[in-house]
């Protein structure tokens, strides 16, 4: 079961670029890499996945180093509404019993 | 129709009280999940219905019961709860259960209060 391990919290401000590092030492080879974003009193919302390299899409653009040791959620020109909880999720390679949420990441976008 | 749509969004009980929460996709997906959410914690797994049989239940106490009607329908029964139950309570369907790209669609929650 792959564990992960992301920063408590994050500050940034509005129109910066963040940048949000998950570890992830004991990745399966066919784990996937996955990025949930969620507001307060909300469910949480799929934001971008991954396997190896880069991907990007309207939202965001995630990079995964060859080892797939670590990713990194690449938010750009954020906005006072980006300001939530990152959750970096690794698997399943099998049952959704893995589908586990480490303790995710508090960004705050400060004006 | 993207969505996971769970009544009732707001609910409040006392212990000895029966009630239920309910959960609906129309996406097609086969696999639905509960999961339960303390404040300023991650969501946790509860339960897990893969082709609307239980694949997985967390050890979660008798006190909560799940039931899957047909492929769209996901409900969570609550009887006899403990003030600690109170959290917000999140249902999720995925195309597939497990699988290395599985991607989860979450409902807004249904926030449960026990007194």
């Known amino acids: 079961l792959a564990k992960t391990t992301q920063p408590i919290s994050m500050d940034s401000y509005e129109g910066q670029e963040v940048n949000i590092t998950c570890s992830h030492n004991n990745i399966a080879t066919n784990d996937y890499i996955t990025w949930y974003q969620q507001f307060p009193s909300q469910g949480p919302r799929f934001i971008i996945q991954g396997y190896k390299t880069k991907v990007t899409n309207e939202v965001a653009s995630l990079f995964i180093p060859a080892d797939r040791k670590s990713s990194t959620l690449s938010l750009p020109r954020v906005s006072l509404s980006d300001t939530a909880v990152y959750y970096c999720?690794?698997?399943?390679?099998?049952?959704?019993?893995?589908?586990?949420f480490g303790s995710g990441t508090q960004l705050t976008v400060l004006p | 129709d993207t969505e996971v749509t769970q009544t009732p969004k707001h609910l409040v009980m006392g212990m000895t009280n029966k009630k239920s929460l309910k959960c609906e996709q129309h996406?097609?997906?086969?696999?639905m999940y509960w999961y339960k959410q303390k404040a300023k914690k991650p969501p946790e797994l509860m339960f897990v219905?893969?082709?609307?049989?239980?694949?997985i239940n967390e050890s979660v106490p008798s006190r909560f019961s799940p039931e899957c009607p047909n492929s769209s329908l996901l409900n969570l029964h609550l009887h006899a709860l403990q003030p600690e139950d109170s959290a917000l309570y999140l249902c999720?369907?995925?195309?597939?259960?497990?699988?290395?790209?599985?991607?989860?669609?979450f409902g807004a929650g249904s926030r449960l209060t026990v007194l």
């Open positions: 996406m097609g997906h086969r696999a």
């Open positions: 219905y893969s082709y609307e049989k239980l694949s």
């Open positions: 999720l690794v698997g399943p390679s099998g049952s959704a019993r893995q589908l586990t």
């Open positions: 999720a369907s995925s195309p597939r259960d497990g699988g290395g790209a599985n991607v989860l669609t």
